[in-house]
């Protein structure tokens, strides 16, 4: 497995199992070096994620969240073989309007830079998916996992919550009060 990160939000003592390492930034950095060889499947999970970041620093959402799928797109057009991209999205795009619960040709009404950037990046690979670039855009939502940073009190919900639960006496929820959020707990 190749893997390509700029390690904003990531340690290296989290790569195991990787065969190839590239610390870059897939907005800004030349990665042609990377896509001499061609894949059959890529997984572009990198970018930032979270909302609050992408307020105050809507830039650098824009290069690490379409940029860098810009980047990937025009890097594989070559391809002579058939390359399935699958991307990292976000239920944002949604918007967090009724009627709830959320289908997959429920409307499209992100409010905010990331949940437009995300929009973006789907449009992005729906206009370049043809015969040889075949693209698949998952809608994540609450994403929490092994080796997830909890320093990071500004992203992954779950993460932050987790956090504040460790160090804390309390936990701070922002926004209203009068929502809910749905957690999906998968344990291997």
Known sequence: M????????????????IDEFH??????????SIFEKEYDLIYHFAGQSSIEISYSDPIYDLDTNVRSTLNILNNIKHYKNKVHLIYASSMS???GDE??????DSSLDGKNFYAIGKKANESYLSLCSSR???TTSLRLFNIY???????NLS???LSIYLAQGINNDKIIVKGTLDRSRDFFILMI
């Open 93 to 95: 795009v949604y918007g």
């Open 155 to 157: 992203q992954g919900m």
């Open 145 to 151: 996992g092994p080796g997830q940073n909890l320093e």
């Open 23 to 32: 610390e870059l930034d897939l907005g800004k950095d030349n990665i042609s």
């Open 2 to 17: 190749i893997l390509a990160d700029n390690l904003s939000t990531g340690n290296k003592r989290n790569l195991k199992g």
């Open 132 to 134: 040889k670039i075949k």
């Open 99 to 104: 009627p709830m619960p959320k289908r997959e």
